[in-house]
């Protein structure tokens, strides 16, 4: 079992739907996630961490369900823009900023 | 502008001849890393660095070697690459204690090893 995994899509959504996507993690000592943000061969960049309480930022908002292992990230009112890769990344223990695992990511296609 | 610099960008090689991958951050970051990226695999971590002359293996680290003389600079050496080795590889720098830890990424470089 991988140990961060994501739906590859694509999930072709029309601009303006709600669109939410699921990664399941393995580890249950995992202490940290976040999503990250690819456009088609560019580099990966922070788009949001996930805190317990979940948060949102924007159009954006992250959720973390400890119990079932996975995060969740919706957006709403998709913009063409949106249209990316949408990389989970997990901290593995015993913490510390050298061990992301990545997933191998979901892609949005956001149509007008 | 802050930013972390690879090259070359793109590569074309073949089998067994030494190639070196540069990597630069102008933030001052303690910590480097190099990933590949695979479809359908996402970013495997082959090395990383916790300060000058301190690395250490990630998940993917047979093939490679890496360096840290200073701390701008990671470079990523394949001895004698192997087709296997074609890949999208990506140098991240971050700086300790700062949450949530966000790794900035170079932007990326296609290596092709026929």
């Known amino acids: 079992r991988k140990e961060v995994e994501q739906d590859p899509g694509p999930f072709n959504v029309p601009e303006g739907a709600t669109v939410a996507f699921n990664c399941t993690y393995s580890?249950?000592?995992?202490?940290?996630f976040f999503w990250y943000r690819q456009d088609c061969r560019k580099e990966p960049k922070l788009l949001m961490s996930?805190?317990?309480s979940g948060n949102e930022d924007g159009r954006f908002t992250a959720q973390l369900n400890r119990a079932s292992q996975y995060i969740s990230l919706l957006i709403r009112d998709s913009k063409l823009s949106d249209s990316a890769t949408y990389l989970c990344?997990?901290?593995?223990?015993?913490?510390?900023?050298?061990?992301?695992?990545f997933g191998a990511g979901t892609r949005l296609a956001v149509h007008p | 502008e802050a930013q972390v610099t690879q090259n070359p960008r793109y590569l074309i090689t073949v089998t067994g001849k030494k190639l070196t991958v540069t990597c630069s951050q102008n933030?001052?970051?303690?910590?480097m890393s190099w990933y590949r990226q695979d479809p359908g695999l996402g970013l495997r971590q082959i090395y990383y660095?916790?300060?000058?002359?301190?690395?250490d293996k990630g998940d993917v680290p047979e093939g490679y070697k890496v360096s840290r003389k200073e701390k701008r600079n990671f470079p990523l050496i394949l001895e004698s690459p192997s087709p296997n080795q074609t890949s999208l590889y990506f140098c991240?720098?971050?700086?300790?204690?700062?949450?949530?830890?966000?790794?900035?990424f170079g932007p990326g470089t296609r290596l092709t090893v026929t």
């Open positions: 991240a720098s971050s700086s300790p204690g700062r949450l949530p830890y966000e790794q900035y």
């Open positions: 580890n249950s000592a995992s202490q940290s």
């Open positions: 996930v805190y317990s």
């Open positions: 990344v997990v901290e593995l223990p015993p913490g510390g900023y050298n061990k992301l695992i």
């Open positions: 933030m001052n970051h303690e910590y």
């Open positions: 660095s916790m300060n000058v002359e301190v690395t």
